[in-house]
């Protein structure tokens, strides 16, 4: 059964540094997003991401995020310059159409923030 | 705008006693409303959706839900709690408004005694 796999598992990574967070989404998937649980909180929205452009984008995701598929396959979100508070899960996932569509989510990515 | 509250952080049941997870909606729209599960250390995972179609939706796992709307709810039932239910349960609405997202609950964490 085709799944969304994200790279890596978990990054520690220093404050201030740039990290990249790797996704590669279902292959006929056309909707990609990003979302966040910092621990013990809720699952959050980021960013949501239809014909190589943001269709729609949380608070969170300020000018310290951004997206990019680079190809056909992978689907990223960097963080510029890492913050404390930016350490949580981060979750992608993909769709095949839109609303009514089953979103599915990857594993995720820890990101710890020294 | 979208909201899910889900009632009750945690639930304990025994084994072979009816599982309820209790979740509410509200929507300016006619909802798209989704329960997912979380195993420890895992992504997330559709158990059911609800589009419209019937209002008593049969997930996996022998999981169903019961849409209603004069209540706008949308409980989680299974009939029989086996230990590998537990789990942190997550109900989500799609925001049909702003670019898919989903907006979670705060997720009610199912713990299933032997």
């Known amino acids: 059964e085709p799944e969304v796999t994200q790279t890596p598992s978990h990054q520690v990574t220093q404050m201030g540094q740039e990290v990249i967070l790797r996704c590669v989404p279902i292959s006929n998937h056309l909707y990609f997003y990003w979302y966040r649980q910092i621990l013990g909180q809720k699952v959050e929205f980021l960013v949501s991401?239809?014909?190589?452009?943001?269709?729609?984008k949380s608070e969170i995701f300020d000018d310290q995020f951004s997206v990019e598929r680079p190809d056909g396959s992978n689907f990223t979100l960097k963080i510029r310059s890492t913050k404390l508070e930016d350490s949580a899960m981060y979750f992608c996932?993909?769709?095949?159409?839109?609303?009514?569509?089953?979103?599915?989510f990857g594993p995720g990515t820890r990101l710890t923030v020294l | 705008a979208q909201s899910v509250t889900q009632l009750g952080s945690h639930v304990s049941v025994s084994e072979g006693a009816l599982v309820l997870l209790r979740c509410n909606y509200s929507s300016s729209v006619p909802p798209y409303l989704f329960w997912y599960v979380q195993y420890p250390n895992q992504g997330l995972q559709l158990l059911l959706k609800?589009?419209?179609?019937?209002?008593l939706v049969k997930g996996i796992n022998g999981f169903e839900a019961e849409f209603k709307k004069s209540e706008t709810s949308f409980h989680l039932t299974k009939p029989s709690a086996h230990m590998s239910d537990a789990a942190e349960y997550f109900c989500?609405?799609?925001?049909?408004?702003?670019?898919?997202?989903?907006?979670f609950g705060a997720g009610t964490i199912l713990r299933v005694k032997s």
């Open positions: 989500a609405v799609s925001d049909v408004e702003r670019g898919n997202k989903l907006v």
């Open positions: 991401f239809y014909n190589n452009e943001i269709s729609e």
């Open positions: 609800y589009t419209s179609a019937a209002t």
């Open positions: 996932a993909s769709s095949a159409e839109g609303y009514t569509d089953t979103q599915y």
